[in-house]
């Protein structure tokens, strides 16, 4: 139990593009869902975090209209990186949480994101 | 301002013997404890928990010790296997936040 999948495992973009990266909770509904991103050998980074059917809280310094999240059911959350720019090639990760007072993130494999 | 810390950032043991590693905190709000394990450019996997109302939390080969007047815990590992090696992190939250801070995780090698 606790699957968390997203799609695409990888993607390369142009610079000036928009890429959207979906996270998807596959035997749980997941009330809440975080957003992180990994840089090499580095730790993970909360960017957001995204209640379904409310807008996402953001972590000081991430840019909200440049990382747009959506939340629109209990099991899919849709990260969409606007305009991207080299500096946003990273590690992209989602995880998911299956009701409020649950600790354990339950977190998908990932998405590496190359903007060339 | 790094609020969970971990300070070995690679370990190597023999298989067999026990893996310990180390995790520091420094906001004392925090009041659950998780270890995850992550392979390259893979999510993490959740391996074990820890309430700060608890001091010890067993599953099977892994263990984790909390010391919160240190503002430290440690994961256990016995017998070490060689598919345990990989990156593990520590995370703490604040209830009602939902949030998880990670350290910056330290690899393991366990050697056959």
């Known amino acids: 139990g606790a699957v968390v999948s997203q799609h695409p495992s990888w993607v390369i973009c142009k610079s000036g593009t928009s890429v959207k990266i979906e996270c998807r909770s596959l035997d749980f509904q997941a009330t809440t869902m975080f957003w992180y991103r990994q840089f090499p050998k580095q730790s993970l980074m909360l960017m957001a975090t995204s209640n379904e059917g409310s807008k996402a809280t953001y972590e000081q310094g991430v840019e909200k209209d440049k990382f747009l999240i959506n939340h629109a059911s209990l099991t899919l959350s849709t990260l969409t990186v606007t305009s991207a720019h080299p500096e946003d090639s990273s590690f992209y990760i989602c995880?998911?949480?299956?009701?409020?007072?649950?600790?354990?993130?339950?977190f998908g494999p990932g998405t590496r994101l190359t903007v060339t | 301002d790094q609020q969970v810390k971990q300070n070995s950032p690679s370990l190597s043991v023999q298989e067999g013997r026990i893996s310990i590693l180390n995790c520091d905190y420094t906001?004392?709000?925090?009041?659950?404890f998780l270890w995850y394990k992550k392979y390259p450019a893979e999510g993490p996997t959740f391996l074990i928990s820890?309430?700060?109302?608890?001091d010890k939390n067993e599953d099977g080969r892994f263990t984790v010790f909390l010391n919160k007047s240190a503002k430290h815990l440690s994961l256990h590992i016995v017998p070490s296997q060689p598919g345990d090696s990989a990156v593990y992190f520590c995370a703490a939250s604040i209830s009602n936040t939902g949030k998880l801070i990670f350290g910056q995780g330290t690899t393991l090698q366990v050697k056959p």
């Open positions: 995880s998911a949480t299956a009701g409020q007072g649950i600790h354990e993130q339950y």
């Open positions: 906001n004392s709000m925090f009041d659950y």
């Open positions: 820890i309430s700060s109302i608890k």
